[in-house]
């Protein structure tokens, strides 16, 4: 996403409009609803998916150890009520409660990005607002991958953010009860290696 879409009200897709539209796509494609705009993200590059995959990973066993309530999940679409027209699609998130039982959730407890050459500074921001918006959401968190580089933002700070760069560094992550260590996050990927 290059740049967050600028539609009057009432040219925009709706999200029931949004779904219908998706439901005769492949599936291999994922698309977001942004702003009431249709938005197809492009193929992510190996680095970005084992980074997705090692965030799962990390997540999915301490919630077997320490039998969390919680469940981290590759990313579906997130209702965020500051855009009722958007059905952004985080790479993973937690959900607090049950799972849901379809393709949205409005039950993200912590939301992860992983940034691709896509992201732009303006997409973070807009994403960090709507994401801060679900009302259970207490972190939100993107990934770099240019260089070891993770960026925090907590409900409890009102948002403000935590830089951590240190490959030995840990995001610490309270509504989860642990820290999530960089090494983890970057595991498998070639800048664990720089």
């Known amino acids: 996403m290059n740049a967050i879409p600028k539609l009057t009200p009432g040219e925009g897709l709706t999200i029931a409009e949004f779904l219908a539209f998706t439901a005769t796509r492949p599936q291999e ?13 492009p193929s992510p ?21 320490s039998g969390a309530t919680w469940t981290p999940l590759l990313g579906i679409g997130t209702r965020v009520p500051a855009s009722p027209n958007s059905l952004p699609q985080p790479d993973v998130y937690v959900q607090a409660g049950p799972l849901p039982d379809g393709h949205i959730t409005d039950d993200a407890l912590v939301v992860f990005e992983v940034l691709s050459r896509a992201n732009r500074k303006a997409d973070q921001e807009w994403r960090r607002k709507v994401y801060a918006s679900v009302p259970n959401c207490r972190h939100y968190v993107t990934v770099s991958l240019k260089r070891t580089k993770v960026l925090v933002f907590d409900r409890a700070t009102g948002w403000a953010e935590r830089a951590i760069r ?16 960089l090494a983890e996050i970057y595991r498998y990927t070639p800048l664990l290696s720089r």
Request: net charge negative; no cysteine.
């Open 29 to 41: 494609e994922r698309w977001e609803l942004i702003e009431g705009v249709p938005v197809l993200n």
């Open 166 to 181: 240190d490959p030995a560094g840990e995001v610490a992550l309270d509504a989860l009860g642990l820290a999530l260590p």
């Open 45 to 65: 590059i190996a680095a970005h998916q084992m980074a997705a995959a090692n965030i799962v990973a990390f997540l999915l066993a301490h919630k077997r150890t």
